[in-house]
Every structure is written in structure tokens, then in C-alpha cells.
């Protein structure tokens, strides 16, 4: 784990970058209240918006810190790393000019790439959800892994988390990065009992006040279940885990869901319009929300998930006299 990278953190958790969600209202929070707060670059609709967000937030913490005499945590950023991402170079280019300490990259692990962070000092996280995507991410040289595991919003692999962990461990010794499924304490600290470093949250983080997520569409995360989980390709023609209700009001049937076609929702060459217009109306989140039932602040909500996760240790710590 990167030990001077999170020194500054109250609870071993990055909050992930959540598409059309993750603004800086909610990166400020995070990193305030002692955890990593992060964004996808493509949530701004141009570059130079992009850039006006980071200069938000790096001046936003600085203030804090001035104030408060208290580090807050990293800020990070996701940069979507495909080759139809005729953004990278330009966004890669502010987050070098801005010294960004935490990029994840997604939709690839390219070396290049990863050395002009590191020639910075950045960090660079990558998302996984198999093996082989993991063993490409360390021939590049990153830092870390975010293990994608079953029933994690967005993009989610099919792999439970121990297994997953298990075979990443066997060919990446830095620092492994959790998600799926994670949405209280006692997650977090499974997460590091199973041999995570750090957890990552995303679908706990949609029903955050500082959240941009529709009222609805928190709504619906709180009245629902694991089993309102479906996992498709229909909608970004990546499967990814969807609120079935939202399907179901799009008039999206079973049968199209089980389909791995991608449904049309209107041609476009930019990436982030083409997402957004899948994403808009139909909402993803993971099979954790069976476990959301309510809306707080982030400061209300860092707190608790502390309070939980020291409790879950605590009860670790009494269940072993049994075994001593």
C-alpha cells in the first residue's frame, strides 16, 4: 500500500468515480472528511471544463487545510484510456499541468501513459475484473489494481472478491483496491480481511446529499434490493449492473436485457454524449444498495462508516481469544 499516499486518510476508502454523479461538490467532502474523492473526467462536458473542476478542488482543500490545520485526503481522477477517447491526451495533459495525485484508468493499461504520471508523482490505479486484464496492468507499471469484483455498479466483472484477490495476489504485490458490493463498515473491513488494501464505494456514494444524482433515482437505490440488480449489455454494450426498475420504465423488456446486442439509443462518435445518453435515464448501481436505506451528507456518513468498521474490528479482535 502506499503509505505516504494515505497517510492523510481516516478510513482505508476511495470513493469511486461515479459517471454523470461524481462532481466536485462531492470530491471536496470526501477528501474533508478523510477519504479519497474522485471523478471521471468525462463527467465535464469539455476539457476546459474539466480543468476548471480541478482548480475547484485543489483550492477548495488547500483553503481547508489552511483553515483547519488538518491534511485532507487525495483527490483523484478517471480517465478513460480507450482509443475512442479522443479526450485522453488533453485531459491526461491537465492532470499533469495540476499534479492530479490519484489518475484510475479504465478501458486500458497503457505504459506510456503511466510513466508521464509517475514522472509527476502521480499514482495510477487501474480497474480489472480478470486476471488477465490484471497481469496487462502491472506489465504497464501501475501502481495499483481495482478489483472488480460480482454485483458492483457500473462496469462489474463476474468474479467473486476472494478468488479474484487470490489470483490477482499471485502476480501483483502493490496495492489492491476492492469493489463490489461495499456499502457499510463492516464491508470495508471485510474487504481488508480478504485481502484488500483499501475498499472502494461507489453505489453507497449515489445516495450521498453531494451526490448529482436525481432524487428519484436515490429513491429507487433505497427501495430496492440485490435481486433489482440485472446484469447486461444492452445499454452500453459493456455489461454492466443496472437498477431493473429504471429498465422496466425505459421499456426495456427481459428478453432485450438477456440480449447482448446493445439497444440504439442514437448514434454519436463523442464517447462521454454516447455514455450519457445510455446512462441518463437508466441507472446503474450495485447489489449493495440492499443495504442503503437512507440519504445522509458525507459528513455524516464518513462517521458512521467509521464507527462500523472499528466496531467490526473490534469484534475480529474478541472472536480470535477464542482461538488463541
Request: proline share 4%.
Amino acid at each position: 500500500m502506499d503509505k505516504d499516499f494515505y497517510k492523510s486518510l481516516d478510513l482505508p476508502v476511495i470513493a469511486a468515480p461515479l459517471f454523470l454523479i461524481s462532481g466536485p461538490e462531492m470530491v471536496i467532502e470526501c477528501c474533508k472528511n478523510g477519504i479519497v474523492g474522485t471523478f471521471p473526467a468525462l463527467n465535464q462536458r469539455t476539457t476546459e471544463g474539466f480543468e476548471d473542476w480541478v482548480i475547484l478542488i485543489k483550492d477548495a482543500l488547500a483553503l481547508f487545510e489552511k483553515e483547519t490545520g488538518k491534511k485532507p485526503a487525495p483527490f483523484g481522477v478517471n480517465l478513460i484510456v480507450h482509443p475512442t477517447n479522443i479526450r485522453v491526451k488533453a485531459d491526461l495533459d491537465v492532470c499533469e499541468k495540476h499534479k492530479v495525485p490519484l489518475i484510475i484508468t479504465s478501458l486500458g493499461a497503457v505504459p506510456q501513459i503511466v510513466d508521464i504520471i509517475h514522472n509527476y508523482g502521480g499514482l495510477v490505479y487501474h480497474d480489472i475484473i480478470k486476471k488477465r486484464h490484471a497481469e496487462k496492468a502491472s506489465e504497464a507499471g501501475v501502481d495499483g489494481l481495482i478489483l472488480v469484483a460480482a454485483g458492483a455498479g457500473g462496469h462489474a466483472g463476474t468474479l467473486h472478491p476472494i478468488p479474484l484477490i487470490n489470483e490477482v495476489k499471485k502476480i501483483f504485490s502493490k496495492t489492491i483496491v476492492l469493489s463490489g458490493c461495499l456499502s457499510n463498515g463492516n464491508d470495508i473491513a471485510s474487504a481488508l480481511q480478504m485481502g484488500a488494501d483499501i475498499a472502494y464505494m461507489g453505489t453507497r456514494f449515489i445516495n450521498v446529499k453531494e451526490s448529482r444524482a436525481e432524487d428519484n433515482y436515490k429513491e429507487m437505490i433505497m427501495q430496492s434490493s440485490a435481486e433489482d440488480i440485472v446484469y447486461t449489455a444492452a445499454v452500453s454494450g459493456v455489461n454492466a449492473n443496472f437498477l431493473r426498475p429504471s429498465l422496466e420504465a425505459m421499456g426495456i423488456t427481459e428478453e432485450q436485457w438477456k440480449d447482448t446486442k446493445k439497444i440504439d439509443f442514437g448514434n454519436t462518435s463523442d464517447l462521454a454524449e454516447s455514455e450519457a445518453k445510455a446512462w441518463k435515464t437508466i441507472w446503474s448501481a450495485g447489489q449493495g444498495v440492499t443495504s442503503i436505506k437512507d440519504s445522509p451528507s458525507i459528513s455524516e456518513l464518513v462517521p458512521l462508516l467509521k464507527e462500523e468498521f472499528v466496531f467490526a474490528l473490534d469484534k475480529q479482535k474478541k472472536l480470535l481469544e477464542n482461538y488463541s
